[in-house]
């Protein structure tokens, strides 16, 4: 057998807690690990998915008018109504996150 690489990035651990919030497993043992595989990180680095979809509801400006995704009139948030909002919110932090991986890529060149 050759030899293979088994450590992961805080990046890719926390991507594998949100697949499994996504499907509805408990999370709270890699959470601990997560922790304590980065205790340089600081404690507020570490956000979950649930608590960064609450900050960006909680920065989203609220109007009203049409959802720019379904086409829904009433109240918005950034723009989509409260249907839409959770998967705009995660699609948002996804790209986020996207971003930081291709930022902290570009700065190991």
């Known amino acids: 057998m050759g030899n293979y690489n088994t450590r992961l990035t805080k990046e890719e651990v926390l991507g594998i807690i949100d697949n499994y919030r996504t499907h509805g497993r408990d999370t709270t043992e890699l959470e601990k690990a997560l922790q304590e595989a980065f205790p340089s990180i600081p404690e507020n680095e570490t956000f979950s998915v649930d608590e960064m979809i609450a900050e960006l509801r909680k920065k989203s400006p609220v109007t009203e008018g049409s959802c720019c995704t379904c086409g829904t009139e009433g109240t918005l948030l950034n723009g989509v109504c409260e249907t839409c909002f959770?998967?705009?919110?995660?699609?948002?932090?996804?790209?986020?996150?996207?971003?930081?991986?291709?930022?902290?890529?570009r700065e190991k060149f």
Request: no cysteine; net charge positive.
């Open 86 to 105: 959770l998967s705009w919110a995660t699609k948002v932090i996804e790209d986020n996150i996207a971003k930081i991986k291709r930022n902290k890529q």
